[in-house]
Nanobody
Framework: EVQLVQSGGGSVQAGGSLRLSCGVS?????????VGWFRHVPGKGRVGIACFSNDRGGVYYADSVKGRFTSFSDHADKTVQKTVYLQMDSLKPEDTGVYYC??????????????????WGQGTQVTVSS
């Protein structure tokens, strides 16, 4: 069973940085997987903003975060416990929201992870003040 545990987030002023972590368990050491990042937007639900794939290191971003957010994994790709990060720089007040990681079926080139989804993290709050 795939499980995701999130950490990170918090409050920061505009222009600052935060890093989110998504601990992934349940995959074998050499298994391909994707991790999608989503932000809950009131009235729109969870909107995909980035999608990481360990298949050749492909990462895709929504236009709203491109150039400011980076998703990566620093594991050696041979461990069972994996962590995928979302580094958020040059944060803006409109980045405020609850952020989730999830296991999508595949990554779209617009940065959105496509369903159905295998698992979701518990969510973490990011607040950016002006």
């Amino acid at each position: 069973e795939v499980q995701l545990v999130q950490s990170g987030g918090g409050s920061v002023q505009a222009g600052g940085s935060l890093r989110l972590s998504c601990g992934v368990s349940g995959f074998t050491a050499d298994q391909y997987y994707q991790v999608g990042w989503f932000r809950h937007v009131p009235g729109k639900g969870r909107v995909g903003i980035a999608c990481f794939s360990n298949d050749r290191g492909g990462v895709y971003y929504a236009d709203s975060v491109k150039g400011r957010f980076t998703s990566f994994s620093d594991h050696a790709d041979k461990t069972v416990q994996k962590t995928v990060y979302l580094q958020m720089d040059s944060l803006k007040p409109e980045d405020t929201g609850v952020y989730y990681c999830a296991i999508p079926s595949y990554c779209q080139t617009d940065g959105k992870g496509a369903g159905p989804f295998g698992a979701w993290g518990q969510g973490t709050q990011v607040t950016v003040s002006s």
